[in-house]
């Protein structure tokens, strides 16, 4: 029998430093300003980054209603949402969002990119963002 074992090196819980980002959203692309953040939530910029600890990190974006939105998707992207029932289905054309809320299609992209599992929920919560 073998006595070499791995090693592993394991963070405390109580060791996580919550770290407080700021992103200027001007003349950004949705889609790889939503991969930054997710990155940043995640914690997965920190050395020390494990994937089943929560980070603990926040980001504060700023001037959402300046993102830079490209090719036709204003008018041809939709978004899906089904109540469960027959007919249930209702779109909404990202034009038709941005003009409501531009965060909303920041943070329905961040959502999306976030893991599924129980700390999505976690995560999304510290993500504030202002137009």
């Not at 029998?1 to 692309?29: C, E, G, L």
């Not at 504060?60 to 036709?72: M, P, W």
Request: aromatic share 6%; no cysteine; proline share 4%.
């Amino acid at each position: 029998m073998s006595t070499d074992k791995k090693i592993i090196k394991k963070i405390a819980v109580k060791a996580v430093n919550p770290v407080i980002h700021k992103i200027d959203a001007t003349d950004q692309i949705v889609g790889r300003l939503a991969t930054k953040i997710a990155i940043l939530l995640r914690g997965k910029d920190l050395p020390t980054f494990q994937r089943h600890i929560d980070s603990k990190s926040s980001v504060t974006v700023i001037n959402a209603s300046k993102l830079k939105i490209s090719g036709k998707k204003l008018l041809q992207k939709e978004y899906f949402h089904y109540s469960g029932y027959p007919g249930g289905l209702k779109r909404r054309v990202m034009k038709d969002v941005f003009n409501s809320d531009p965060s909303k299609i920041l943070k329905m992209a961040v959502w999306n990119m976030l893991p599924k599992n129980k700390m999505r929920d976690q995560m999304i919560k510290r993500l504030k963002i202002s137009n």
